[in-house]
């Protein structure tokens, strides 16, 4: 997919929907919410300090000096997609000690997608379990870091317990067109878990959920 100005009319106003984009500490959240934002993302990185050095390990990832220690959040307007959309992202802090905060940033949300660091793969059980306690559609996006092994999804999955309903797919979370498509790939998970579930209560993004 390439992203591109839309050279169609447009029909109407986008379906506006709420994406969280979680995972462990350093998998590459805010770089993602970057990348494809529209705007400028609104980003709350402060510098790591040796204060948070007994809670933020940096094994594999020594090269981090900051930390997400709110949420970040973007826009994208999709207006291409076969429903044109407009996502507005949240990206979660990836601390352990911030689970209370992704139940807010959750609130009304359409969808989550699970940045994985291989490098770091047990960072990764905290945010899929959350998802699996709370019933919110996620998929997991393998970010292929440099220098990193490169695992097939398959792998991945068998390392991360997750059903075969899951999607495990693989990107750059510097590149704008790879994050389009697991954002894609996402709302399309989250449309086919709404319609095998129809118990579930319709998610609805406002501008107090957001």
């Known amino acids: ?88 992202l949240f990206g979660a802090p990836g601390q352990d000690r911030f689970v209370d905060l992704w139940y807010d940033l959750c609130r009304g949300a359409v969808g989550a997608v699970v940045l994985v660091d291989t490098r770091r793969l047990e960072s990764s059980f905290t945010p899929v379990g959350f998802f699996e306690d709370i019933g919110l559609p996620f998929v997991v996006a393998v970010n292929q870091f440099d220098g990193a092994h490169r695992y097939h999804p398959e792998e991945v999955r068998t390392a991360l317990e997750l059903p075969a309903s899951v999607p495990v797919v693989t990107c750059d979370a510097r590149d704008p067109n790879h994050v389009a498509g697991v954002l894609l790939t996402l709302v399309g998970h989250a449309l086919k878990s709404a319609s095998a579930s129809p118990a579930r209560p319709a998610s609805t993004t406002t501008f107090q959920d957001a």
Do not use: C, W
């Open 1 to 88: 997919m390439v992203l591109r100005p839309s050279s169609r009319p447009r029909a109407g106003a986008p379906t506006v929907l709420k994406v969280v984009i979680a995972g462990g500490f350093g998998a590459g959240k805010t770089t993602a919410v970057g990348a494809v934002s529209e705007i400028t993302p609104l980003s709350t990185e402060e510098y790591l300090t040796e204060a948070s050095a007994d809670h933020d390990s940096l094994a594999g990832v020594e090269a981090k000096q900051t930390t997400t220690v709110a949420f970040d959040f973007g826009r994208l307007n999709l207006p291409d997609a076969p429903v044109p959309l407009e996502l507005f």
